[in-house]
C-alpha cells in the first residue's frame, strides 16, 4: 500500500469549516494518510475582524493552533481538501488560484452546511489549477460522520491514483 499525502487546507470565522476540516482530516488518518493541516489566512482587516468579538477570539485561538499553508505543501500532496464555510470564501478560492498546475492531483471540496453557492467556485478554481475535483456527498443529517467519510473516500481514491500511475508508464501524475 503506498504511502498518500492529504493536505487538509481550510478558511473558518467561528470553527464551523474548522470542525468539517478536522472530521475530514481524521477520515485520511483512518484510511492511513499522512495528513498535513493548514488555516488560510484570512483576508479581512484587523477593524473588521475586532468588529466581531466571536471572530476575533476563534482567530486568535486559530492562529495559535495552525499554521497557514507553505509552498511545499501543495507538491507534497496527493489530495488536497478545501473546506470552506457555508457562505462564499475568498480565502478559499484565493489559494486554489494560487496554487499554478497541479494537474493529476485530487481536490475534495467540503463545506459546513449545505452550501453548493459556496463550493461551485471553488470547484472552478481547483478545476482550472488542473486537479481532479471530487465533490463530497450532499448535505448530511451528520456533517461530521460525512466529512470523516469523505477523508476516507478521497485517501482511497488517491491511492489507487498513484497505484495506477505507478503501474503504467503510459499515464503519470506529477
Not at 109 to 138: E, F, W
Request: with cysteine; glycine share 4%; hydrophobic share 45%.
Amino acid at each position: 500500500m503506498s504511502d498518500v499525502n492529504v493536505l487538509i487546507v481550510f478558511y473558518s470565522r467561528y470553527g464551523n469549516a474548522e470542525k468539517i476540516a478536522l472530521a475530514t482530516g481524521v477520515g485520511a488518518i483512518q484510511a492511513r494518510a499522512n495528513i498535513r493541516l493548514r488555516r488560510v489566512v484570512d483576508h479581512a482587516d484587523a477593524n473588521t475582524i475586532d468588529a466581531t468579538p466571536a471572530w476575533r477570539e476563534n482567530l486568535d485561538r486559530m492562529n495559535r493552533d495552525y499554521v497557514a499553508p507553505r509552498a511545499a505543501d501543495a507538491p507534497w500532496a496527493d489530495a488536497i481538501v478545501l473546506a470552506t464555510p457555508q457562505d462564499s470564501c475568498a480565502e478559499i478560492e484565493a489559494f486554489c488560484a494560487s496554487l499554478g498546475s497541479m494537474t493529476g492531483k485530487i481536490a475534495a471540496p467540503i463545506a459546513s452546511g449545505d452550501a453548493d453557492a459556496a463550493l461551485k467556485p471553488i470547484y472552478a478554481a481547483a478545476a482550472c489549477a488542473g486537479m481532479i475535483v471530487v465533490p463530497a456527498q450532499r448535505a448530511s443529517a451528520d456533517p461530521i460522520s460525512a466529512a470523516r467519510r469523505h477523508g476516507q473516500q478521497i485517501t482511497e481514491m488517491a491511492r489507487a491514483l498513484k497505484q495506477l500511475s505507478a503501474s503504467s508508464p503510459a499515464w503519470t501524475s506529477p
